[in-house]
């Protein structure tokens, strides 16, 4: 499974931006789709995942701020984030794993995209 994310950029606090994630490949081997993130100087934290059937987790942090949808047909994730702060910026990074049972934990990742840069200026 190859995974490509894009729509990263500069915003200013307070602003919106929407990532995408590509799949392709055995894309019929992926149970969760997901996205983390990690800030300058930071470890990795997850940020958001949607299962196969449309479960989903969200981290506290981005609740009510940000949301995910997954298209089946198209084998795309997105990530709509909404009300961004300074505190959002990072490298977000879309990744997936095999897992189809939903559950309320971030999801292991078996396969990462390249990440993307999403810069939120005060």
């Not at 894009?6 to 997901?34: E, F, N, P």
């Not at 958001?48 to 995910?68: E, H, M, P, T, W």
């Not at 971030?106 to 005060?122: A, C, I, N, Y």
């Amino acid at each position: 499974v190859q995974l490509q994310a894009s729509g990263g950029g500069l915003v200013q606090a307070g602003d919106s931006l929407r990532l995408s994630c590509a799949a392709s490949g055995r894309t019929s081997s992926v149970g969760v789709m997901g996205w983390f993130r990690q800030a300058p100087g930071k470890d990795r934290e997850f940020v958001a995942q949607v299962f196969y059937g449309g479960s989903q987790y969200l981290a506290d942090s981005v609740k009510g701020r940000f949301s995910i949808s997954r298209d089946y047909a198209t084998n795309k994730l997105t990530l709509q984030m909404n009300s961004l702060s300074p505190d959002d910026t990072a490298i977000y990074y879309c990744a997936a794993d095999r897992r189809f049972t939903p559950v309320s934990a971030p999801m292991r990742g078996d396969w990462w995209g390249q990440g993307t840069l999403v810069t939120v200026s005060s």
